[in-house]
């Protein structure tokens, strides 16, 4: 499940520059040919020439040589268009640092199992360890128990740096699960233990 990106350069009133709606669907197959997600977009003014910030990702995650093939690959895209470029720019591929926001379904799907910290629009802060996914929500484990979170009613959520291995307990849990958000695992477990 890729979706096209949410953010791009913005003009004044917080609509998407043309350009970068232009150069979108370019990107977007350059990157897609060497087995990547496009991520972000974001093409910006830098002085005299542009800077055009490319992220790629994967549900694998992304290896150095692979940000370099995309990188070749999105130079040659860009040079075959250099009429919507109208001139010099300069080219920014990487993959997301672990700082990302979570902000859509396939971030959350591929931060399976990863300590998550979730600012919501309403209530107190969440820390918990990432569940099953689907369009509208996430599975949390927070406190040894899975809570629902719906996407929208998020304000911020980012991975956590971990520096031990998960528990072995919150691991297991998890992958009881049977892939759908909205399944109690945790009652599952209670029904085991007895």
């Known amino acids: 499940m890729s979706s096209p990106p949410s953010r791009g350069e913005h003009d004044s009133r917080g609509a998407r520059n043309q350009l ?9 197959e350059a990157v897609r040919n060497v087995g990547l997600d496009l991520d972000l977009l974001d093409v910006q003014q830098a002085g005299r ?53 979570l902000t859509r379904p396939v ?23 990432v569940g099953a996914s689907d369009d509208t929500g996430v599975e949390v484990l927070v406190d040894g128990a899975l809570r629902r979170i719906e996407y929208r009613t998020v304000e911020r959520a980012a991975v956590e740096v971990e520096f031990r291995q998960p528990p072995a307990e919150e691991m297991a849990l ?3 699960g049977d892939g759908t958000p909205g399944h109690d695992a945790t009652q599952e477990t209670k029904e085991e233990s007895r």
């Open 174 to 176: 998890l992958e009881r």
């Open 20 to 28: 970068t709606v232009q150069l979108e669907p370019v990107v977007q």
């Open 49 to 101: 020439r542009r800077l055009v910030k490319v992220v790629v990702d994967s549900d694998d995650g992304v290896e150095l040589d692979q940000v370099a093939e995309a990188s070749r690959a999105v130079a040659t895209a860009l040079d075959a268009h250099d009429h919507l470029m109208a001139g010099p720019y300069t080219l920014e591929v990487t993959s997301p640092g672990v700082d990302r926001p």
């Open 107 to 129: 971030h959350w799907r591929r931060a399976r199992f990863r300590l998550v910290r979730i600012r919501p629009t309403e209530g107190a802060e969440i820390v918990g360890r």
